[in-house]
């Protein structure tokens, strides 16, 4: 059963960048579909992005288009998220999930693995 751990979050201010990574453990990340979501104080969770098994297919929430990127490195068994021009709004706890199916997925319940979590804080 793969295990995941998030890093990277912090404290920054609008406009700066900061690059989270999932790690896994028990397992090679690569045999799994990886997403991240996140969860501000108050809401739903919801669908930040996510990368297909091979890395060839990504998906990302229209609000991030252009300012993040998902991506995988193999050798490190992760997958990282640069975050850029950050925005008050990216505010949240941000979450790395994977699931056994072949395809990317937005909807939290089609994945089976989720790590801890890592916080995210823009100030303005």
């Known amino acids: 059963q793969v295990q995941l751990v998030e890093s990277g979050g912090g404290l920054v201010q609008a406009g700066d960048s900061l690059r989270l990574s999932c790690a896994a453990s028990g397992g090679t990340l690569s045999r799994y579909a990886t997403g991240w979501f996140r969860q501000a104080p108050g809401k739903e969770r919801e669908f930040v992005a996510a990368i297909s098994r091979s890395g060839g297919s990504t998906n990302y929430k229209n609000s991030v288009k252009g300012r993040f990127t998902i991506s995988r490195d193999n050798a490190k068994n992760t997958v990282d998220l640069e975050m850029n021009s950050l925005k008050p709004e990216d505010t949240a706890a941000y979450y790395c999930?994977?699931?056994?199916?072949?395809?990317?997925?937005?909807?939290?319940?089609?994945?089976?693995?989720w790590g801890q979590g890592t916080q995210v804080t823009v100030s303005s």
């Open positions: 999930a994977a699931r056994t199916g072949l395809l990317v997925s937005s909807l939290p319940p089609e994945y089976e693995y």
